[in-house]
């Protein structure tokens, strides 16, 4: 379960909305898919730690919604994960792109 203290998470990341406002409960996959798009390194990991390695993986993996090559690389090498792993890429194949 979650931490009751709240990850710190800057405004560069949340640039959009106001951060006290977030309701990391509710909101636990659109801030960790923003995070991933947006977020420092050291931020994914304050996400990961804040709701747990096994939670934030299956987000990842079973998320319907489009998410950036990035943070699909960056959840690879966290997660030990392969391409096939991610659920969003069943509609649209990885294009890798240099």
Same mark, same amino acid.
């Given at each position: 379960?979650?931490?009751?203290?709240? =990850?710190? #998470? %800057? +405004?560069?990341? !949340? $640039?959009?909305?106001? @951060? *006290? /406002? #977030?309701? !990391?409960?509710? %909101?636990?996959? $659109?801030? @960790?898919?923003?995070? !991933?798009?947006? /977020?420092?390194?050291?931020?994914?990991?304050? #996400?990961?730690?804040?709701? /747990? *390695?096994?939670?934030?993986?299956?987000?990842?993996? +079973?998320?319907?919604?489009?998410?950036?090559?990035?943070? @699909?690389?960056?959840?690879?090498? #966290?997660? +030990?994960? &392969? @391409? %096939?792993?991610? &659920?969003?890429?069943?509609?649209? =194949?990885?294009?890798?792109?240099?």
């Amino acid at each position: 379960a979650p931490m009751n203290e709240l =990850p710190e #998470i %800057s +405004k560069r990341t !949340f $640039w959009d909305v106001e @951060i *006290s /406002g #977030i309701n !990391f409960e509710e %909101s636990y996959e $659109w801030v @960790i898919h923003r995070v !991933f798009d947006r /977020g420092t390194l050291k931020e994914v990991l304050v #996400i990961v730690k804040y709701y /747990g *390695s096994d939670f934030v993986k299956d987000v990842m993996k +079973k998320t319907t919604v489009f998410l950036p090559n990035h943070s @699909i690389l960056l959840a690879m090498a #966290i997660f +030990k994960l &392969k @391409i %096939s792993d991610f &659920k969003c890429l069943e509609k649209r =194949p990885f294009q890798m792109t240099y």
